[in-house]
C-alpha cells in the first residue's frame, strides 16, 4: 500500500484510531500534527483539494480517502482484494 499520510490532532481520538490502525497493520504513514505545525484546516483543505469540516483527514499516496471510518472501510477492502 502506497503511504498513508494523516493529518490530524494528538487529542482526537479518531486521528489516534487511524494511527494505531497503520501501526497494528504495518502500513506505512506519515502523521501531520495539526496543532504541532500550526495548520489549520483552511491549510489541510488547500493541500487536499476539498473543505476540511472533521479531522483526521487522510490520504493513501494521491488519493483522498476521508476520515477515520472511510480509511477503516478501505483497509478493509484492501485487505479482502488481496485475499482472494
Known amino acids: 500500500m502506497d503511504q498513508?499520510?494523516?493529518y490530524g490532532r494528538?487529542?482526537?481520538g479518531f486521528c489516534?484510531?487511524?494511527k494505531?490502525?497503520?501501526e497494528a497493520k504495518g502500513l506505512p504513514y506519515k502523521w501531520v500534527d495539526m496543532m504541532a505545525e500550526g495548520l489549520s484546516k483552511t491549510d489541510i483543505a488547500n493541500r487536499i483539494g476539498r473543505?476540511?469540516?472533521t479531522v483526521p483527514q487522510i490520504l493513501v499516496g494521491d488519493r483522498y480517502i476521508g476520515g477515520c471510518d472511510e480509511f477503516?472501510?478501505?483497509?478493509r477492502q484492501q485487505e479482502a482484494a488481496t485475499a482472494d
Not at 477503516?72 to 483497509?75: D, R
Open 4 to 6: 498513508v499520510i494523516i
Open 10 to 12: 494528538s487529542s482526537c
Open 16 to 18: 489516534v484510531r487511524a
Open 20 to 22: 494505531s490502525l497503520c
Open 51 to 53: 473543505p476540511v469540516h
Open 72 to 75: 477503516f472501510m478501505f483497509v
